[in-house]
């Protein structure tokens, strides 16, 4: 089953769809004829790495099950202005009555690809991973994290059951109660589910070699700088996965990765991409 026929997806593209047709198409169905038969373009208005079509597809057939849409651009292929990405043919009203929704996915959508290839581009011939967070639009996580894969890029946690983090005010809740972080992560230990990874959020090197001596699977570095982050990594490479965080911007990326770092997360990627620039066009 494609990611644009789960029924996660299914439902989304159902509200969004009632979002915009609420009262009908009031200025469709007072202009344009329903028998009306024509054909429309998608095309690429800038230039970057396609991620959507599938779904904007499944949109159009939301609508109209009978127009018949042909993909002439796959996800993950880059494209410059006036890239055809694909055709719509049927009735010009549903073609219409569609066209915002599947644009506004298939930009959103694009631009997280696009931007996510900015950085795994930046870093290329290091070992390191650039990773998205949970800073995701509300009812779009699934589709999103779907683009940042599409652009390179990895995805850390999907939910708050996909992995244990251990961020600042966890810490600070629990040194409240007089905890260590060796004490909180052997608690954790004793509570959790053994196949869960354990992840603690550190603001500098004594911590990181604190959490990766209480047997932490990875050691988030946030907001460190570069110095703080090159010893961190020096002082635990090998004892657990280490991630940098906070505020890394593409300028700086490929710095943060010469550090030693595995992962890079980049809130970012979802929280501030912008949208590819790709419009529909009636023949």
């Known amino acids: 089953m494609g990611l644009s026929n789960t029924p996660q997806v299914k439902q989304f593209i159902a509200q969004a769809m009632a979002e915009d047709l609420v009262q009908g198409d009031?200025?469709?169905?007072?202009?344009?004829?329903?028998?009306?038969?024509?054909?429309?373009?998608?095309?690429?208005?800038?230039?970057?790495?396609?991620?959507?079509?599938?779904v904007a597809k499944q949109v159009f057939l939301k609508v109209d099950p009978e127009l018949k849409l042909a993909i002439l651009i796959e996800d993950g292929?880059?494209?410059?202005?006036?890239?055809?990405?694909?055709?719509i043919e049927?009735?010009?009203?549903?073609?219409?009555?569609?066209?915002?929704?599947?644009?506004?996915?298939?930009?959103?959508?694009?631009?997280?690809?696009?931007?996510?290839?900015?950085?795994?581009?930046?870093?290329?011939?290091?070992?390191?991973?650039?990773?998205?967070?949970?800073?995701?639009?509300?009812?779009?996580?699934?589709?999103?994290?779907?683009?940042?894969?599409?652009?390179?890029?990895?995805n850390h946690r999907m939910h708050l059951g996909d992995g244990i983090l251990i961020k600042d005010n966890h810490l600070a809740a629990l040194r409240h109660q007089g905890l260590s972080i060796k004490e909180i992560v052997t608690k954790t230990r004793q509570k959790a589910s053994p196949k869960l990874k354990i992840e603690v959020e550190v603001k500098t090197p004594r911590e990181a070699v604190e959490a990766a001596g209480a047997g932490a699977d990875i050691i988030m570095l946030d907001n460190?700088?570069?110095?703080?982050?090159?010893?961190?990594?020096?002082?635990?490479?090998?004892?657990?996965?280490?991630?940098?965080?906070?505020?890394?911007?593409?300028?700086?990326?490929?710095?943060?990765?010469?550090?030693?770092?595995?992962?890079?997360?980049?809130?970012?990627?979802?929280?501030?991409?912008?949208?590819?620039?790709i419009s529909l066009e009636l023949d």
């Open 77 to 87: 292929t880059e494209v410059k202005p006036g890239d055809i990405v694909a055709k």
């Open 26 to 54: 009031v200025t469709t169905e007072a202009l344009i004829p329903k028998t009306q038969q024509g054909r429309a373009s998608i095309v690429a208005k800038a230039s970057g790495i396609i991620a959507g079509v599938e």
């Open 90 to 154: 049927g009735r010009v009203a549903s073609i219409l009555k569609a066209e915002r929704v599947a644009l506004n996915l298939l930009q959103r959508l694009s631009g997280i690809a696009s931007e996510t290839n900015h950085y795994v581009q930046a870093v290329k011939g290091l070992p390191v991973q650039i990773t998205d967070t949970r800073k995701t639009t509300p009812g779009l996580r699934t589709l999103e994290k779907y683009a940042v894969r599409v652009g390179g890029g990895k």
């Open 224 to 277: 460190m700088g570069l110095e703080d982050m090159r010893q961190a990594a020096q002082l635990i490479k090998g004892r657990a996965l280490i991630e940098a965080s906070g505020g890394i911007t593409l300028d700086k990326v490929r710095a943060v990765a010469e550090t030693g770092v595995d992962l890079i997360s980049i809130g970012a990627l979802t929280h501030s991409a912008k949208a590819l620039d």
